[in-house]
């Protein structure tokens, strides 16, 4: 069965530092997502992407986060900057219709 | 706006015996309603969806759960669960009218099975 695949599994990063996860969602999908899941807290959605450019965010993704698909199967998560707040497991998704179909996600931890 | 409420953080439940998992949500406009697992140390899966139709809908490893409009409700139950039903469950919700399915997510219960 076609799954979404995440790098690293996990990451540990100075403050500070820009930080890069990667994602391969299922190849036919056509929405990709990032969302994030503080520990202890509620997974969050960060964002949206469709057809090369972002569909929606939430307020959560300010400037030092950003989205790319460079080319026909990666999507990646940029955070420029890392703060200690930016802790999180970031779960990359995509979905073609009604169901949104997640990666095993990536723990960043920044130190 | 949505919201999800979960209104159990941990749920803990002898092997065998039948457990509910509840979920509730506020939305101004339908919903489609989500049932997500996450086993230790691994990535969300999908349980079950409501879109429409039977208000009854069955999902995978013995799941099921209960559209209740009135009640603004998604409640998940099973009749027995097993060792191996030990994990987090997330409810979550979406609207068929958005582009994208944005996903709004309950707080988890904890589902922890005891021998």
């Known amino acids: 069965e076609p799954e979404v695949t995440q790098t690293p599994s996990h990451q540990v990063t100075q403050m500070g530092q820009e930080v890069i996860l990667r994602c391969v969602p299922i190849?036919?999908?056509?929405?990709f997502y990032w969302y994030r899941q503080i520990l202890g807290q509620k997974v969050e959605f960060l964002v949206s992407f469709y057809n090369n450019e972002i569909s929606e965010k939430s307020e959560i993704f300010d400037d030092q986060f950003s989205v790319e698909r460079p080319d026909g199967s990666n999507f990646t998560l940029k955070i420029r900057s890392t703060k200690l707040e930016d802790s999180a497991m970031y779960f990359c998704?995509?979905?073609?219709?009604?169901?949104?179909?997640f990666g095993e996600g990536s723990w960043l931890t920044v130190v | 706006a949505q919201s999800v409420t979960q209104l159990d953080s941990q749920v803990p439940v002898f092997e065998e015996a039948p457990v509910e998992l509840r979920c509730n949500y506020s939305s101004s406009v339908s919903v489609y309603l989500f049932w997500y697992v996450q086993y230790p140390n691994q990535g969300l899966q999908l349980l079950l969806k409501?879109?429409?139709?039977?208000?009854l809908v069955k999902g995978i490893n013995g799941f099921e759960a209960e559209f209740n409009k009135s009640q603004t409700s998604f409640h998940l139950r099973k009749p027995s669960v097993h060792i191996s039903d030990t994990a987090e469950y997330f409810c979550a919700v979406s609207d068929p009218g958005a582009a994208g399915n944005k996903l709004t997510f309950g707080g988890g219960t904890r589902v922890l099975v005891k021998p």
């Open positions: 190849s036919n999908h056509l929405y």
């Open positions: 409501y879109l429409s139709g039977s208000t």
């Open positions: 998704a995509s979905s073609v219709g009604d169901t949104i179909y």
